[in-house]
Nanobody, 121 residues
């Protein structure tokens, strides 16, 4: 089982990036994106259920970020618009067997390697 995150990079404030998380080995009930800025704890960003239509966002990204999935490709995306310098962090995708949407990182069983997002002012 492997989660491969990609799509990070350097972007100016107000710009956009799309992160991808390709899962191999199996499908999961739900997926999440988390981020960790230097010197800070890992924070929840968004979650999506694989079989249904449920999504869940942190207040800090609501209205700017969109989580989606492509079942055929077994891939989850995080479209990030109107990026701010405070969005700068390493972004991680995660997966869990359960279908309920969870914001606690301890709820997730599998993690990708992280991709760096840097937003310049």
């Amino acid at each position: 089982v492997q989660l491969q995150a990609s799509g990070g990079g350097l972007v100016q404030a107000g710009g956009s990036l799309r992160l991808s998380c390709a899962a191999s080995g199996r499908t999961f009930g739900s997926y999440g994106w988390f981020r960790q800025a230097p010197g800070k704890e890992r924070d929840f960003v968004a979650a999506i259920s694989w079989g249904g239509s449920g999504t869940y966002y942190a207040d800090s990204v609501k209205g700017r970020f969109t989580i989606s999935r492509d079942n055929a490709k077994n891939t989850v995306y995080l479209q990030m618009n109107s990026l701010k310098p405070e969005d700068t962090a390493v972004y991680y995708c995660a997966a869990r067997s359960g279908y309920r949407l969870k914001s606690g990182d301890y709820e997730y069983d599998y993690w990708g390697q992280g991709t760096q997002v840097t937003v310049s002012s």
